[in-house]
């Protein structure tokens, strides 16, 4: 006569044979993770990305993919979650080299690491001159509503970031002056 744990002792030994297997899918899933954000993006040219205020982390990756910086668009999604980094993805024009990695691309994000833009406002221009230039400006947002008098700004360099509104170097030239 068999003894009658022969059952109960198939049923455990397969149960650990499947905790088993599915514990080592899952630490394959997390080895090829860990690789797949620190290795090299497929990135072959420098390449520029604008963020823009409000973007959530999985719009962020669309975009990322679609210029080419990551290969599929859920890993930064999901590496910024992972990492705690998802809520502190900054808005910006940010500047990517060839090859940067989707957790260095996540590093740029949260440290604001943005491209830093510049206006020169030459000496000896009136109001009307400067407004021209500001209106030109590249990156700068919104209207000029602030009232300036001639004299009343620095010529100088100031440096922006995109997105900056033309009102705001207005006050920081006259700051400054």
Known sequence: MKPARLPTTRLLTAIAAVGIVLFGVAAAAYIWFMGAIAAPGPLIAPTTVIVAPGTGVSAIGRQLASAGVVTQSWL????????????SLKPGEYH????????????????????????TIPEGLVIADIRAILD??????????????????????YRYEWGDKRNDIVVRMRNAR
């Open 76 to 87: 930064p999604a999901l590496a910024a979650r992972r990492t705690g980094l998802e809520r």
């Open 136 to 157: 030109n400006t590249e990156g700068l947002m919104g209207d000029l509503t602030t009232q300036v008098a001639d004299g009343d700004v620095l010529p100088e360099t």
């Open 96 to 119: 990517f080299d060839p090859g940067v990695s989707v957790l260095d691309v996540l590093n740029k994000l949260s440290r604001h690491d943005v491209v830093a833009r510049f206006v």
